[in-house]
């Protein structure tokens, strides 16, 4: 059973540097991969998690439990998973949230590929197996698979994925389109969790402590993967149903303060290594969220709204300084660019724009639709 608190990370990589010795016979040619996951108040939720980590088809893991400093029953049920798999190793924290959490395990692992995952969401029971596979197969730096949005109701089965689609094989150039443009085809996202990294991609780089904590992070990883193997097969179970997570939690607040700011650092690094082009990309999707952000808030009932728009407004009209650049990049929709436009000249020209199109011209396709389709 090891159960270790933050100051005594020294010694869980030297227990662990030694548990890799005695088993790397068993594992002759397979390489160490170290699981990450991180937990806070889920007690309802991580054994669900850490249960589909341990039954994993890939044997050779390292599983390190970050318990982010809960007050209920989530650490106990963590040091009790310690007693029963040897693999697994429980680091004990104050709170300081997801990105310091991730850090502490990552500092103490010893794998050569990291994994993460978070704690309320549960995995495939061959998802490394799968995943190491293509990286080991194609010569990849790091693999990324497809995510399916889970309930919190839902249970772990451990029977596997057994429907396996295309692997597609991407340089640095085509990775990053797909993470700034989110085309859906390839659902390569900001998530640091449904990949898996080569160690030395990611060794001098760490998550922030604020929310949003992957955006950037995981935009230096795919500008330092030569060759990223994408897995078209969704083996990460994603849970966006819990209530009090991260993602049901954020506030207007949080956007203004954490997540603008976590877009401004990912413009600042894109530019450090010298992607323009991808800024302007990065920048057009940025501008896209936040308008629609605007009319979600203009119809809400938040009695802080205003102040959250008047915020906004500020923000998006940014916009006008490189207007032309972020509407004429790859990914621009004219329409898109007439509403900002809108925007612009006068919020309220916009917003009734908004109202006619939601309300009248929408519906009134759908019907048209409809009656075809009929």
Known sequence: MEIFKQSDIKSIKEMTAKCNRESKEAHAGEPLISVIVACYNIADHISRCLDSVIAQTYDNLEIIVVDDGSTDESGKICDTYATRDPRIKVIHKSNAGLGPARNTGFEASTGEYIA??????????????????????????????????????????????????????????ESLFYLISEDLRYVIQNAAWNKLYKRELIQDISFPARRYEDMVYTAIALSRAEKMAYIDTPLYNYVTDRKGSIMNSSTMDS????????????????????????????????????????????????????????????????????????????????????????????????????????????????????????
């Open 116 to 173: 993460y995952v978070d704690g309320d969401d549960y995995i495939a029971a061959n998802m490394y197996e799968i995943m190491i596979s293509a990286i080991l197969e194609h010569g990849a730096d790091m693999s990324v698979c497809r995510y399916r949005q889970a309930s919190v109701e839902e249970t772990f089965s451990k029977d596997n994925i057994r429907k396996q689609n295309d692997i597609y094989i991407m340089n640095t150039d």
């Open 255 to 374: 956007i203004i303060n954490e997540q603008l700011v976590s877009y401004r650092e990912k413009d600042d690094y894109l530019k450090s290594i010298d992607r323009q082009d991808l800024v302007y990309m990065h920048d057009y999707m940025v501008y896209k969220k936040l308008l629609l952000l605007y009319t979600e808030a203009r119809r809400g009932k938040n009695p802080d709204r205003k102040q959250f728009m008047a915020e906004l407004k500020k923000v998006i009209s940014g916009s006008s300084k490189n207007f032309d650049e972020i509407y004429s990049c790859k990914i621009a929709d004219p329409h898109q660019k007439m509403r900002m436009e809108l925007f612009l000249k006068n919020p309220l020209f916009y917003n009734i724009f908004m109202d006619l199109n939601d309300n009248i011209v929408l519906p009134f396709r759908r019907m048209l639709r409809s009656r075809v389709a009929s």
